[in-house]
Nanobody, 131 residues
Framework: QVPLVESGGGLVQAGGSLSVSCAASGRTASIYSLGWFRQAPGKEREFVSAVTWSGVKSGTTYYAEVVKGRFTISSDNAKNTMSLQMNSLKPEDTAVYYC?????????????????????WGQGTQVTVSS
């Protein structure tokens, strides 16, 4: 098992910035990718970003088009943490943000965006952007 705990989030005005973090524990050696997904009320969970955690592609990042250029994902393998820096936030970014871990290494954004490829999920943290 790989427990994941998100932190950060909160309330911010449109145009502002916020950061969310994810701490992994347990059998982290089995993890090859980490990702962020979000789910707004009444909507399906959607991909935000992912990063390759280990292996030859370590550090490779993937972003959904709607956040590209505004969000930056990073990871710290020594601390078993991952962060998502969110800038230029919009009201439509309001959602519960979930950290996820995968035993797969992705070769494309399309692959990184598939929920069923992720084996472990955090409980989520709320991000609210007011207009």
């Amino acid at each position: 098992q790989v427990p994941l705990v998100e932190s950060g989030g909160g309330l911010v005005q449109a145009g502002g910035s916020l950061s969310v973090s994810c701490a992994a524990s347990g059998r982290t050696a089995s993890i090859y990718s980490l990702g962020w997904f979000r789910q707004a009320p009444g909507k399906e969970r959607e991909f935000v970003s992912a990063v390759t955690w280990s292996g030859v592609k370590s550090g490779t990042t993937y972003y959904a088009e709607v956040v590209k250029g505004r969000f930056t994902i990073s990871s710290d393998n020594a601390k078993n943490t991952m962060s998502l820096q969110m800038n230029s936030l919009k009201p439509e970014d309001t959602a519960v943000y979930y950290c996820a871990a995968s035993k797969w290494t992705f070769s494309s954004t399309t692959a990184a965006a598939i929920l069923t490829y992720y084996d472990y999920w955090g409980q989520g943290t709320q991000v609210t952007v007011s207009s």
